[in-house]
């Protein structure tokens, strides 16, 4: 199956309830399902599940709260010391005609105030690793790294939109170099989803970016 056969299926994403938080919240996050960033209001994922990483690299478990009649989850965590806490959800199943999809979404969450730091792959699945992380406005440039569980995909098509765009589809597409990095500069305000697919032994996997809050 070819990578590119899967840019139209659908895909999860996370997007943040607040764009930042405080020492001591509850981390909350919204998870979507659609295309493109255009959420879908019916055939939602079964099967999800969710972690986050504090920026110790502890790892636990995010509650699932379906919300809203359904239309999306709501992830839920604790947090504690302040710093970039990395969301990641996962949905995996089988198709009508027996092909495994995994669905990957990754969301970089700020607690405190004006927090930099540096994306870490989770090495878990497909995912789209962001370079040195701030608070991005237009005309600033970010460096993604796509990887499969924790090896580099060079070579591989990553799209972009985002949450403020009425039209369909994409906004941007652009191919990975040989250590499966890419630059992009944000062109535009909001939500912003990077997206790619990567099938890889029997497995189609479709993983998903959100850098929330772009000014």
Known sequence: MNSNMLSGELSIWLEPIHLHFHHGDSIEVKLAWG?????MQAGGPKNLKAIVIDPAGRESAAKIIQENENMYFRLVAESGPEGIY??????????????????WAQLQVPVGHHVHGTGRAINRGLEIVPGEYHDFHQGDEIELTVMLYGKPVPGVQVQATHHLYEGEGFLHRFITDEQGKARFTFDARGHWLFQVSKTESDTANIATLVISGVR
């Open 86 to 103: 990395n969301v990641q959800a996962e949905n995996c199943d089988m198709n009508s005609e027996q092909v495994r999809t995994c669905r």
């Open 35 to 39: 295309h493109a960033m255009k959420s």
